[in-house]
């Protein structure tokens, strides 16, 4: 055989190999799976309490068809990924899943045929789910709701990247390691709230950058990058959510936070993207001592960086009360936006936010300001009585160069001290229009 061939066959003979031990190990197992499930009413209601906490159906429902019954493609750097049917129909669900596999599933990324969940699942955040959790889960979804027989579409991920077994590799390489499963959620306060945030809440999925492997790079406070701000998600920049000045967390009190979890609004600040969808689905439901816990753990976590304090200055008022548009951006922001946010920056408290120091204002990447401008956005749908009040988009009303210079205006204004918007990044994000009807 000659080098030529050798440089062929040698690869081939080592994936072979690696192939053949994903085969071969066994999947771990916990000390969870030996127990007994006995699915009372009371284990089924607080399952579905946790299925609520932990966002469930956002990705395995969609619009129009029942709960959990599969969810719509989820884009990734490989392909769709397609959340499946989670309902305890024997046929298309997970109604065969014994508590020994749902428990491997939820908390390992590992299948009932032993290969492994691509980790959309956010499967490296749920090993921190306690065993009487876990159990409750799988009392809900196998006792809690109805059976839905419909089957999911299929990941459309090419071929080999549809391969399982480099998946498994990448959970062996990069996957946090599980450590000591508690029996039950911790009583302290602020431990309850890191129970929350770091697993079932998965926080970090979203808020936490991730390495060139896709794993994120911590998955709790011991490393200053968790929930230090992460990735564009559908356009959406996640913030961080720890104690910075000016972009993060570090002006925000308790009661704030817990308020914007459960209405997605406060006085002073909103959420839009993904985020309202968290808290339409998700956190508006949690109790009061839970979302008190987890305001408490984000508030003890220190500065990823160092920012300085930001004030609030009169300087752009007293322009605007002057007539001096010569800023740029100052027109098209007093044209479009100053009705709700008003020329002093200060909007009205709870209907239209303040943009005056404003942390999501003052992100470092300004893709989310970018997307709510030319998508627009509502209030997240909640328990509390409405109304629920909304921002147009202005995609069709204004061009790349006219949103940058509003948003570099509103990062520079009323004591803002942010970098300019480039036109070219507006340009990135802008959807185009649908054709115009006769």
Same mark, same amino acid.
Do not use: C
């Given at each position: 055989m000659g080098w030529k061939e050798i440089a062929i066959a040698l690869p081939l003979t080592l994936i072979v190999i690696a192939w053949g031990i994903t085969l071969v190990i066994p999947p771990p197992q916990t000390a969870a799976v030996k127990q007994s499930i006995s699915a009372t009413p009371e284990l089924i209601q607080r399952g579905a309490y946790l299925a609520r906490v932990g966002d469930c159906v956002a990705c395995h429902s969609q619009p129009g068809k029942p709960p959990f019954s599969g969810g719509a493609p989820i884009p990734s750097p490989i392909g769709g990924m397609v959340p499946p049917n989670i309902t305890p129909d024997k046929q298309f669900g997970i109604? %065969? +899943?014994?508590? =020994?596999?749902?428990?491997?599933?939820? $908390?390992?990324?590992?299948?009932? *045929?032993?290969? %492994? +969940?691509?980790? =959309?699942?956010?499967?490296?955040?749920? $090993?921190?789910?306690?065993?009487? *959790?876990?159990q409750a889960l799988y009392a809900y979804f196998i006792h809690g709701i109805d059976a839905v027989p419909c089957a999911s579409a299929k990941n459309s991920i090419p071929w080999p990247l549809s391969l399982r077994w480099p998946v498994t590799w990448w959970r062996w390489l990069f996957a946090p390691k599980m450590g000591p499963v508690p029996q039950n959620a911790p009583e302290d306060p602020v431990k309850l709230g890191a129970y929350y945030v770091e697993g079932l809440g998965h926080c970090g999925a979203c808020h936490t950058p991730r390495a060139a492997t896709l794993q994120e790079v911590a998955y709790d406070d011991s490393d200053r990058h968790y929930l230090s701000g992460a990735q564009v998600i559908d356009g959406y920049a996640a913030p961080s959510l720890r104690a910075e000045l000016r972009s993060g967390l570090g002006n925000w009190q308790r009661d704030e936070l817990v308020e914007l979890l459960k209405t997605g609004v406060t006085d002073n600040a909103a959420t839009f993207g993904p985020m309202s969808d968290v808290v339409s689905h998700s956190t508006q439901y949690m109790t009061q001592p839970d979302l008190q816990a987890m305001a408490d753990y984000l508030r003890s976590l220190s500065p990823a960086v160092q920012q300085p304090q930001l004030f609030y200055s009169t300087r752009t008022f007293t322009a605007f009360s002057r007539g001096d548009l010569s800023k740029a951006g100052a027109e098209v922001y007093l044209k479009n936006c100053s009705g709700c946010h008003l020329t002093n920056g200060l909007g009205y408290r709870k209907k239209f936010p303040a943009l005056a120091v404003n942390s999501a204002v003052n992100s470092a990447d300004p893709a989310g300001l970018i997307s709510i401008v030319l998508n627009g956005a509502t209030q997240p749908a909640s328990a509390s009585p409405g109304p629920y009040y909304s921002?147009?988009?202005?995609?069709?009303?204004?061009?790349?160069?006219?949103?940058?210079?509003?948003?570099?205006?509103?990062?520079?204004?009323?004591?803002?001290?942010?970098?300019?918007?480039?036109?070219?990044?507006?340009?990135v994000l802008r959807k185009p229009l649908p054709a115009a009807q006769p």
């Open positions: 109604g %065969t +899943l014994s508590y =020994a596999d749902f428990d491997n599933a939820v $908390r390992q990324g590992i299948r009932k *045929d032993g290969t %492994t +969940l691509y980790p =959309a699942m956010p499967w490296p955040s749920y $090993r921190r789910i306690s065993h009487h *959790d876990m921002m147009p988009g202005f995609a069709g009303r204004l061009n790349d160069r006219q949103i940058a210079d509003v948003l570099s205006f509103i990062r520079s204004s009323w004591g803002n001290q942010s970098a300019a918007v480039p036109e070219t990044a507006v340009s």
